[in-house]
């Protein structure tokens, strides 16, 4: 079936470093991936998005290519702020298969010393 | 755009009462809305997928008759938790997406609601 393996967290940065959170699936079809993030006490937002492969989204610095071959889709910022805090889900969407349902990965829980 | 509210955000119950939480498009038609619940420190866990005008699927090991589930309308979908118990205390998120084009399979989610069973 379907899965998300996210790398562990929680992942301790100072601000301005540079930012890898990496994510892996399995999928039997052809998904479309994403990247959500969750504030303290909130829902969830989107990030960013790919619907097909080399495609590469990109939102608030952020960015992640939807690596076929590899079956990954790393997310990464070149310098990360304090506000960017928070736990970071990647997650993958088959509709031929799911239905349109959401596989999450576990979540990476990002914080941003200052 | 795509704009998803819930109400209420934060629920405080007694033992035995029940708990209707609403989820709302705001400002599109909601085909499709999901709900979940997440523990804290945890992923989300997909409860049930609501379709407008049909039954809502739910996930195994999750109680049709516990957690009811009604998509009156395009932009509305509604969540009862019945007869709560102190173990239903959790943070209940929904979803929705359109079905419409490049918004086909992307789900914009609800700020959630915080459910506490005394």
């Known amino acids: 079936g379907n899965s998300v393996t996210q790398m562990e967290g929680p992942v301790t940065l100072s601000e301005e470093a540079f930012l890898t959170i990496n994510c892996t699936y399995t999928a039997t079809g052809y998904p479309s991936l994403f990247w959500y993030v969750q504030y303290p006490g909130e829902g969830l937002q989107l990030l960013l998005k790919?619907?097909?492969?080399?495609d590469k989204g990109s939102n608030k610095g952020f960015e992640a290519t939807y690596r076929k071959e590899t079956t990954s889709f790393h997310l990464e910022k070149g310098s990360v702020q304090v506000s960017d805090s928070a736990v970071y889900f990647c997650?993958?969407?088959?509709?031929?298969?799911?239905?349109?349902?959401?596989?999450f990965g576990q979540g990476t829980e990002l914080s941003v010393k200052p | 755009g795509a704009v998803v509210s819930q109400h209420p955000s934060r629920v405080i119950c007694k033992s035995g009462t029940s708990v209707k939480i609403e989820c709302r498009s705001l400002?599109?038609?909601?085909?499709?809305m999901f709900w979940y619940r997440q523990f804290p420190k945890q992923s989300l866990m997909l409860m049930a997928t609501s379709n407008e005008g049909s039954k809502a699927t739910y996930e195994q090991g999750v109680e049709k008759d516990k957690f009811l589930i009604n998509h009156a309308s395009l932009t509305l979908s509604t969540l009862t938790v019945t007869s709560a118990h102190p173990e239903d205390s959790s943070f209940y998120i929904c979803?929705?997406?359109?079905?419409?084009?490049?918004?086909?399979?992307?789900?914009?989610f609800g700020p959630g609601t915080r459910l506490l069973v005394l």
């Open positions: 400002d599109f038609q909601a085909t499709t």
């Open positions: 979803s929705a997406n359109s079905g419409q084009e490049e918004w086909e399979e992307t789900q914009y």
């Open positions: 997650a993958l969407s088959d509709r031929g298969n799911q239905g349109g349902k959401l596989i």
């Open positions: 790919a619907t097909k492969a080399d």
